[in-house]
């Protein structure tokens, strides 16, 4: 049986409470257990990188955190909420007040200009429209990114940059990523791998960021490895990243 | 944010999606055409009850007070309903006789026909033109208006013989109009029931305008399951996603609740003539129920805005994936369904006595549920073709192949979207063709039979209460038309016997004899028939020289005269009508031989032309339903190819793939169809009530074939537009 993961903060930006708390989580799947008693905190202000090999559960923890997989047992709390318990509307209010989720492609509606891509994460947060347009384009100039077009002719950094401004327009506690640089180029992926281990104290919330990529993770604040359903610390040299 | 802003904008995001999607065009003119069909047979199917109701009331209004020995009323007319015929179809004609000066007209009528006089309506005065119908009847002195006439169309007749020639035995003493318990009189006689319109309708319209509003619903789902997954992820709840999707669906909905808003303006606004059944529906029946027919179209609109949330909301399964893929699982409880209502349809109307309605109802369900569920069983069954086709491909290198057996398996709902229309339409077809054939094939059995009896003989049935010496009057009315031989059955005697001039016998191929007791045959083939009609087992057939008035009958005999051409040319019908109500009380039956046969027929071929045109409108939706169901899958398809075809220069791979994921389901589904068909149709076959030809089924499969062809082609096309247009984007 493997060890239970249990990896605590060893980095923390002065909150006293975890922004998420995941503790015992343990998920299983047509026999295979992905998630074993796994553990591990993340501070307000703090980036944590999780790698592991495809198959390890990266993904499905990121599923358990959004509320989309219901874990077997353990609890994963942000901000003071158990999302296991979190059902309807009050798991929406969940994911649109206290979560921002950058996907691997971006996954911008396509039909919708990026500018109603970010605002529309606003307005199902139930903002003011004036406002969620305002604060929309102002993240978007700020990130460099065209307010106008269909969002299937950004460029992948563009998309991701799109996605990164979804994600951080409700002010949320918490930004998960998975593998948001996968798609890109070295150039593009340093510069979103920047801009997301940035955010944790430009906008004191924690970020949680599966990836691949050692490069990437070597940026963040704190490096582990989920493997045979636990986290394990990883050790990465500063010199990786490009 | 309020929630009127909130909703605004929601409702604006899903109406930009919606126009700008990979499969936007085709699923507004998808979702238009389906909203459009169900607002019109929403409307037909209160069409259908508004004129019911309507001729019900006119009905009514018409229908006698019986004056009863008991009752405070006095008598102020006589009434009495008969039939008669005109162009091979029976009608009412209601005889009748006022008591006293001010005896209430009858509804429709501005004054009481005198002696000798009949009011016609239009409709009768219409089919009978080329019968002389004005002189049938004596002198027709007026119309009858629409007040007393259920449809316009309405074959009746008002007639007050002459003096001394009321039927007697079927006239009643009433005290006005307005009876609401009296027996049906006129087309009432002769129409389907409500409740089976009803069906009918339901049947052919609805389940088919159903079938196109879930293909049309689905059409490019898959970027619409993707974005509603998404705005889940984000947060968005029920809510959100439900407003997020009627702007999505809400520009084609209302356009075709406009459309269906102007067909009830239109059919509120001026009577309209239904073509090929030439059924005139009345714009005041429909004024009177307007609210009724604007609230069929608006709750046709607003369930197709329910489908479309529904289909959209219920699309996207949870997954457990942090990407919003809005993948959808294999529909096999779906699939599973398919033979359990191919059960109820073909053995569960044996549960319930034949004929009865439950019996039909039963296998109505179970045809309906089939054609609903019978999609996801042959989306079931391409998912592992699709699976033996990419191994097959893979191991013989062919590119298109397996893309498309890939896909195939992948995206059985896709198939069953696709397929669907083509199913339900191929049984349609087949029911349609079995109903036609129960009610048509004795009709045309009957024209053949009475052409071949032809118009040089016809029969005459005379009303009992003729008196002998009314007889003779008629017998010297007709003495110029025809010569006359007299049928006489008796049971008594156990026999049929034929007296007539040997003059007349001849001319019917019959031997004269001057007694009975010889049995005999005639050579021609409409003595033949008339001795077959007039006939019974066991009896014995002669033919005896005599005087026709005077042959005897017993009072358990019944007779008919039959008049033979002396030259063999046509005999003049119309002139042998006007002598009986002439001469005889109540006039008489006069029909070539096997006339009623075809009188008979004539009912039910009008009710399959009902069946014909409603399953002409079911199966032009339903090839929409086809035709958009596999184009909407193909472009999606065709882009996510394009890129494959640009690069390697070669549009091959959208021939295979195309011929793979759109020709190959369609001929398929037609493939499983026509046997499930025949299998749905078996009720009706039971017994050689009907048949299915196997000409239509030949056709079936070469429709399809074409059909298949056809959209393949347009496909091919598509891919090719998109191919052209396609560059790459985003690293």
């Given amino acids: 049986m493997p060890m239970s993961g249990n990896i605590e903060n060893a980095v923390s ?119 969620s347009y305002t604060r929309a384009r102002k993240l978007l100039e700020e990130l460099g990114v065209p307010e106008t077009g269909r969002s299937d002719q950004l460029s992948g950094g563009e998309r991701q940059r799109a996605a990164v401004a979804r994600a951080i327009i409700n002010e949320p506690g ?47 604040d704190r490096a582990v490895t989920l493997r045979q359903g636990a986290f394990t610390a990883a050790a990465l040299p500063k010199a990786t990243v490009a | 944010m309020n929630l009127r802003s909130r909703t605004f904008v929601l409702l604006r995001l899903g109406w930009r999606a919606g126009t700008t999607s990979e499969a936007g065009t085709l699923r507004y003119i998808a979702l238009t055409l389906a909203t459009l069909a169900m607002c019109l047979s929403s409307v037909a199917l209160a069409t259908v009850d508004i004129t019911y109701a309507a001729r019900a009331d006119r ?141 009918v309708v339901s049947f052919l319209m609805i389940v088919p305008a159903f079938v196109l509003l879930l293909v049309a619903a689905r059409t490019g789902a898959k970027g619409r399951d993707q974005r509603f997954a998404l705005v889940a992820t984000l947060g968005g709840g029920r809510y959100a996603r439900t407003m997020i999707s009627l702007g999505d669906g809400i520009l084609p909905i209302v356009t075709a609740s406009v459309g269906g808003l102007a067909a009830v303006a239109a059919l509120t606004s ?122 097959a491909a893979r191991r013989w290198r062919l590119s298109g192949s397996l893309l498309a057996g890939r896909w195939m398996s992948s995206e059985p709902r896709a198939v069953a979207r696709a397929t669907a229309g083509i199913v339900a339409a191929v049984c349609i077809l087949i029911q349609i063709q079995v109903w036609s054939s129960f009610l048509g094939d004795p009709v045309r059995e009957a024209r053949t039979a009475v052409a071949v009896a032809g118009d040089g003989m016809q029969l005459v049935k005379v009303k009992s209460d003729a008196a002998p010496q009314q007889l003779d009057h008629f017998y010297t009315a007709i003495a110029g038309i025809g010569l006359p031989l007299k049928l006489v059955n008796s049971p008594t005697t156990r026999s049929l016997r034929i ?42 057939v002669s033919s005896i020289v005599g005087d026709p008035a005077a042959a005897t009958e017993d009072k358990d005999s019944f007779s008919v005269v039959a008049l033979v051409s002396d030259n063999g040319a046509a005999l003049d019908r119309p002139a042998i009508e006007a002598a009986a109500y002439r001469t005889l009380p109540g006039g008489a039956d006069v029909s070539r031989v096997g006339g009623d046969w075809l009188v008979g027929a004539n009912v039910n071929a009008d009710h399959a032309r009902w069946i014909v045109l409603l399953g002409v409108f079911s199966l032009v939706v339903l090839a929409l339903a086809c035709t ?70 030949q056709a079936c499969a070469t429709g399809v074939a074409l059909i298949g062809g056809a959209i393949y082609l347009w496909a091919l096309k598509s891919s090719r537009d998109i191919t052209s247009k396609w560059q790459p984007n985003g690293n």
Wanted: with cysteine; aromatic share 6%.
């Fill in chain 2, 628 to 697: 958009l169901g596999a184009l909407g899958e193909y472009v999606r398809w065709s882009r996510a190819l394009a890129p494959i075809s640009v690069l390697s220069g070669s549009r091959r791979v959208f021939w295979s793939s195309g011929a793979w994921s759109v020709f190959v389901p369609i001929t398929l589904a037609g493939a499983v169809s026509i046997p499930i068909g025949v299998l749905l149709a078996y009720p009706q076959t039971e017994g050689g009530r009907s048949s299915v030809s196997a000409d239509l089924l």
């Fill in chain 2, 270 to 391: 001026s009577d309209l003539r239904i073509p090929f059944v030439k059924y005139h529906l009345l714009a005041a029946d429909m004024k009177g129920s307007v609210t009724t027919l604007v609230a069929a179209c608006l709750i046709s609109g607003l369930a197709s805005a329910v489908i479309v949330i529904l289909s959209d909301n219920i699309g996207p399964r949870r997954r457990r994936s942090t990407r919003p893929t809005g993948k959808a699982k294999s529909p096999v409880w779906t699939a599973a369904l398919a033979p359990v209502m191919l059960l109820v349809a073909t053995r569960g109307p044996d549960l319930f006595p034949a004929r009865s309605p439950l019996h039909m109802l039963t296998n109505y369900v179970g045809v309906a549920g089939t054609l609903l569920m019978l999609p996801a069983l042959v989306g079931l069954c391409a998912k592992f073709f699709g699976m033996r086709l990419a191994s």
């Fill in chain 2, 499 to 540: 007296t007539a001039s040997c003059d007349a016998l001849k001319r019917a191929d019959l031997p004269c004899a001057a007694s009975a007791g010889t049995e005999i045959r005639s050579r021609q083939p409409r003595t033949r028939m008339l001795i077959d009609i007039m006939d019974s087992p066991g009896y014995t």
């Fill in chain 1, 174 to 220: 918490l930004i998960i990523a998975d593998e948001p640089t996968g798609a890109l180029d070295e150039e593009t992926r340093n510069q979103v791998a920047e801009l997301l281990v940035g955010l944790p104290r430009a906008r004191e919330c924690a970020m949680l960021i599966v990836t691949h990529d050692a490069a990437v993770a070597a940026q963040a």
């Fill in chain 1, 13 to 131: 930006a002065g909150s006293s409470r975890p922004m998420l708390e995941i503790a015992d989580l343990t998920y299983s799947v047509g026999g295979k257990v992905l998630l074993d008693r796994a553990r591990v905190t993340v501070s307000r202000g703090e980036s944590v990188a999780v790698m592991g090999p495809s198959g390890s559960g990266k993904s499905t923890l990121l599923s358990c955190i959004l509320g989309l997989a219901k874990p077997d047992a353990g609890k994963i709390v942000v901000d003071g909420d158990d999302v296991t318990q979190l059902r309807g509307r009050r798991l929406a209010k969940y994911r649109h007040d206290k979560i921002g989720m950058v996907f691997q492609f971006g996954e911008l509606v396509p039909e919708l200009s990026p500018l109603e891509n970010v605002a529309l994460a606003a307005l199902l947060a139930h903002n003011n429209r004036r406002s």
């Fill in chain 2, 59 to 199: 009905e009514v209004a018409r229908a006698p007070i019986t004056h009863l020995p008991d009752s405070p009323g006095k008598p102020v007319a006589l009434w009495g309903a008969s039939f008669d015929t005109v162009d091979d179809r029976q009608y009412s004609v209601v005889f009748v006789e006022p008591l006293v000066p001010d005896a209430p007209i009858p509804p429709g009528l501005s004054a009481w026909p005198a002696p000798g006089h009949a009011a016609l309506s239009p409709g009768l005065a219409e089919a009978g033109h080329g019968e002389s119908i004005t002189a049938r009847f004596g002198v027709a002195a007026g119309v009858i208006g629409p007040a007393g006439l259920s449809a316009p169309d309405e074959r009746l007749a008002y007639v007050r013989p002459p003096q001394g020639l009321l039927p007697k035995t079927i006239m009643q003493e009433i005290e006005g109009f307005g009876s609401p318990s009296q027996p049906p009189l006129g087309d009432a006689l002769f129409i389907q029931s409500a409740s089976t319109f009803r069906l």
